[in-house]
């Protein structure tokens, strides 16, 4: 079974900048989306940013377009977010999220990592 591990969050000030890493491990036959999302205080999970069509195409939120740079790298690091100029409102639990064509079950499967905590102080 796939499973996703998130790291490089951790605090930093406003105007810093971070980047968080997604590992992935198990049997991944393809890959339709790779994302980060995001949960911010007392807010729904929402979508930061996305790859699609094997990176083909990208969609950020407006929230975090023109700081946030989403990037693919290979399968066991399958995507990666740089967030620069940080401010307080990115604080969240980020994560990594994959939708994956599964050939067994003839479906698309979403996986999520657990997270990793941003902490952005002003």
Same mark, same amino acid.
């Given at each position: 079974?796939?499973?996703?591990?998130?790291?490089?969050?951790?605090?930093?000030?406003?105007?810093?900048?971070? =980047?968080?890493?997604? %590992?992935?491990?198990?049997?991944?036959?393809?890959?339709?989306?790779?994302?980060?999302?995001?949960? =911010?205080?007392?807010?729904? =999970?929402?979508?930061? *940013?996305?790859? =699609?069509?094997?990176?083909?195409? %990208?969609?950020? *939120? &407006?929230?975090?377009?023109?700081?946030?740079?989403?990037?693919? &790298?290979?399968?066991?690091?399958?995507?990666?977010?740089?967030?620069?100029?940080?401010?307080?409102? &990115?604080? *969240?639990?980020?994560?990594?999220?994959?939708?994956?064509?599964?050939? %067994?079950?003839? %479906?698309?499967?979403?996986?999520?990592?657990?997270?990793?905590?941003?902490?952005?102080?002003?």
């Amino acid at each position: 079974q796939v499973q996703l591990v998130e790291s490089g969050g951790g605090l930093m000030q406003a105007g810093g900048s971070l =980047r968080l890493s997604c %590992t992935a491990s198990g049997n991944i036959l393809s890959y339709n989306e790779l994302g980060w999302y995001r949960q =911010r205080p007392g807010k729904e =999970r929402e979508l930061v *940013a996305v790859l =699609r069509n094997g990176g083909g195409s %990208t969609n950020y *939120a &407006d929230s975090v377009k023109g700081r946030f740079t989403i990037s693919r &790298d290979n399968i066991r690091s399958p995507v990666f977010l740089k967030m620069n100029s940080l401010k307080p409102e &990115d604080t *969240a639990v980020y994560y990594c999220h994959a939708k994956v064509w599964a050939l %067994t079950s003839g %479906t698309y499967v979403n996986y999520w990592g657990n997270g990793t905590l941003v902490t952005v102080s002003s």
